[in-house]
């Protein structure tokens, strides 16, 4: 039974998602019963697409889902001699329409934002590229500058011969196992 409510859930994700890309390209059927319900001066403008998924808030998203899954669970209960029309996958298909609903609503979104805003993205990621450049730029100057000023502290230090202690040479240390051979002990 989980596996009917889980294929129930995801096909309701995919209705909502339908009926949500359906309704943002045409909202006649929602302009139909608008037309009948109210009057002319209580009618939806033209420039209007509400619909009764599209551009709808979360309770009227709910309630129009609902009623379309009451009238597709009273045509299944009709014509199907299955009981397929059981509380939990009613229930699981509605909440999957208005997810799906909402996931295509993101996506609508963020594809016209992504639109909109791609250009300005470019020229953003131009300046960062340029400004990386300068910046790449002004650190090779500056380590230049700085081999070039060693160069020269140990050309001055070469030429005046005074010991140091840098310049006194070092006797790298023994490492364990050639101080036990000097001991005789390997």
Do not use: H
């Not at 300068?134 to 500058?145: F, M, Q, R, T």
């Amino acid at each position: 039974m989980i596996t009917l409510e889980l294929i129930a859930f995801i096909g309701s994700v995919l209705f909502g998602i339908l009926l949500y890309w359906r309704e943002s390209s045409s909202n006649r059927l929602y302009r139909f019963f608008n037309k009948l319900m109210y009057s002319r001066e209580l009618q939806m403008k033209v420039t209007d697409r509400t619909g009764f998924v599209y551009e709808q808030r979360l309770v009227l998203r709910f309630i129009f889902i609902t009623v379309i899954y009451l009238i597709l669970l009273l045509v299944f209960r009709f014509l199907l001699p299955i009981d397929l029309g059981t509380v939990s996958i009613f229930a699981s298909g509605i909440v999957g329409a208005v997810i799906g609903s909402y996931l295509a609503s993101f996506i609508f979104k963020s594809s016209t934002i992504i639109d909109e805003q791609s250009d300005s993205i470019s020229d953003a990621l131009k300046d960062t590229f340029d400004k990386g450049k300068e910046l790449l730029a002004d650190v090779k100057d500056k380590v230049e500058g700085i081999d070039k000023e060693l160069l020269e502290a140990n050309s001055k230090s070469e030429s005046a011969e005074v010991p140091t202690e840098k310049t006194q040479t070092v006797q790298p240390e023994k490492s364990a196992r050639e101080r036990l051979k000097d001991k005789g002990l390997l």
